[in-house]
């Protein structure tokens, strides 16, 4: 059951996608690509992931997408006012930080997020343990490193994925 | 002028400054590590800016600028943990400005053991 509703929204989203991307309005193309995004599906069904239904999580989803974007638009202000000075003031290292997240999926959302913020690129995963090239390093300790960069992201993600 | 024609035009030109600044980075950065901060990174904001302000411009394209975006956001990461961990591997230096290296650290460790 829960199977059936993971492969029937796989195939709703992909639709969509499709829908978006053509912008046809031809009920046939929209059939005969519902019926492939259909097979896709079922093709991958392990791999699928069942949607996040719970109000909670969702509006956190929403809101973590806001301060992503906030957070980007921040640091690529920070890294740029760095290149255009006469000395550049970098102070670079690679750093180790700990995560609390449990589930691979929120893991990945962790490292890209960290990796999509100018300043702090993932350079390596080990189980809980992230290595960090940091642009500048305020604190060389894992526990200061780990609440610098990790915990604010942290804070929503043990929400959605928790 | 219409007015979705002008705050494309100022999204544009500001997402072209971001990848000019990106570009300006990789070339005066010292080592790979910190030229992929700039070069694959700073590039993020000014590509999504330059294809929101096309979007913006004409508006019967906002989907698939939409679509665009989230790819370059799901891809882009990915694309630079690899080569950055691709290049620590094979144990390309950082600069002699670096502060600390955990990772080096962590493997000359395991090679003692």
Known sequence: MDK???????????????????GTKEPGNLIIFASFALIVSIIYRNYLRSP??????????????????????????????????????INPGIVKVKTKLKSPMGRLLLTNSITLTPGTLTVDIDGDTLYIHWIDVKDKEESGATERIVSNFEKYLEVIFG | MEWNTLL?????????????????????????????????????????????????????WLGQIIILIMFIALTNPISSHALARAAHFKGIPLTAKSVTDKLKEEESKEEVR
């Open chain 2, 8 to 60: 494309g035009s100022i999204l544009t030109l500001s997402g072209s400054i971001f990848l000019f600044l990106g570009a300006l980075g990789v070339f005066r950065m010292p080592d790979l590590y910190n030229r992929m901060q700039a070069g694959t990174k700073a590039t993020t904001l000014g590509t999504m800016l330059t294809l929101l302000g096309i979007g913006i411009c004409h508006t019967e």
């Open chain 1, 52 to 89: 996040i239904i719970h109000p909670k999580k969702l509006a956190y989803s929403l809101y973590y997408i806001l301060f992503l974007f906030v957070e980007i638009i921040k640091a690529n202000i920070d890294v740029a006012l760095r290149v255009i000075k006469p000395v550049i003031p």
């Open chain 1, 4 to 22: 059936t509703i993971r492969i029937l929204f796989s195939t709703a989203v992909l639709t969509l996608f499709f829908f978006i991307w053509t």
